[in-house]
């Protein structure tokens, strides 16, 4: 069934004004639903969404409108259903899980059936983390989406609450069972894999500025099919991303150290529709684009610090350590290579690789950052005014959460 949010993005994004009929073809609709859909115009019109023209109806151009339309075009970006999200009730929910440090039906006075059906909702777009299911235990993930949503129905945006959290024994209890489920299922963790390969692409090159969205990145990846409308070098960025993570779950899976050789490798193969850098250390200063409080080394500082920082991976690897230890270093060895920034372009995109490879040879499966979390892992390591590695300790826990739940979910069914 059409909505009102269906019809005025249509109308939104025609800059003359568009008949009905003009709608219904632009739906795929059939005539049958030409009275509903003009009905749904209509109440657009009268509630100041839309302006009605001898020519036909157009949007009204106002920060509400353009908001709105901000709101729909970023889910269909991220292939969310905006017409789930734009539900007053649900986002006056998030409003109240973000101003505690978590939520559970003990602390909200509202319906469970209506609690567990917007959880689902937030759950399925990975914007919150299900702690634990028996009590129902949920952490709400902030970003710009849910900013805007709560700016839409003239909610006060909450204020941030910088909450220590500690996972770490839900995530050793997440990880026990992980390990029985896929030693019964690994073809079922194989199909998970390719699964979140795809979304962590998306996710990845997002956040370096790749304009492609998720549902065109399906269609490249898995089903073969390039739009017409993309740039040649976008398209390749994603090829050549999921050929150097293909590379390195390869190498996870076998227990393979990572090496300065290694690194270059996956950053060859990741930047390779850009010959002149692909896997070469850089020999000029550069500086994070937007953030240029954020410190890098010299490039007659590189070749030692990259030396060092593998060293102490070499150290590390060899030893028995607990999840926090692992989780640790992992930050510390994301932010480091980061800081060393050892080539022209593509640092962080190779950050992602080195510490999901970490991660996972010391058998902790991450496959993806969900969305919710993108906006606040970026404030913790290139967007960060100085290096906070233990902002990103507690990030990690939510992201190997989130992706062990998802994880075991699945294999569970």
Known sequence: MVTKYDLFEVVYKNKN????????????????????????????????????????????????????YI??????????????????????????????????????????????????????????????????RIKFFYNSLIKNLLSYFNLEIPERRENQINYLDVIKKELESYKGLRRRNEAGFRKIVAEFEIHFIHHSLTL?????????????????????????????????????????????????????????????????????????????????????????????????????????YNRFIKKKVSIKEIISFSSLFHNEFQHIHPFIDGNSRTSRLITFHLLQSKGIPVLDIPFGLLDEYLECTKGSERRDDKKLFETLQKIILFNLRKINERLSS
């Open 208 to 312: 370096e500025g790749n304009p492609i969205t998720l549902p065109d990145t399906i269609k490249i990846l898995k089903n073969k099919i390039i739009p017409n409308n993309l740039r040649s070098e976008d398209v390749d960025e994603i090829k050549n991303y999921q050929n150097a993570i293909l590379q390195m779950l390869k190498d996870s899976n076998k227990r393979e150290p990572l090496t300065i050789q290694t690194i270059l490798n996956y950053h060859a193969l990741s930047m390779y529709h850009l010959p002149k850098i692909a896997g070469k250390i850089r020999k000029i200063d550069v500086h994070i684009k937007g953030n240029p409080n954020f410190e890098v080394s010299k490039p007659t500082e590189i070749i030692s610090e990259l030396n060092q920082l593998i060293n102490e």
């Open 71 to 136: 709101i729909i075009h970023y889910c269909l970006a991220n292939n969310i259903n905006y017409n789930l999200l734009l539900n007053q009730g649900l986002v006056e929910f998030v409003k109240g899980g973000l101003e505690r440090k978590e939520l559970t039906l003990k602390n909200t006075q509202i319906n469970p059936r209506t609690f567990t059906k917007y959880t689902k909702i937030l759950d399925n777009n990975g914007l919150l983390l299900i702690i634990s299911k028996k009590p129902l």
């Open 17 to 68: 004004p568009i008949k009905p009929i003009e709608v219904v073809e632009d739906l795929n609709k059939t005539e049958k639903e030409y009275n509903n859909i003009h009905r749904l115009l209509t109440e657009l019109e009268k509630n100041h969404f839309l302006i009605k023209t001898k020519f036909g109806f157009q949007a009204k151009r106002n920060q509400k409108t353009n908001l709105l």
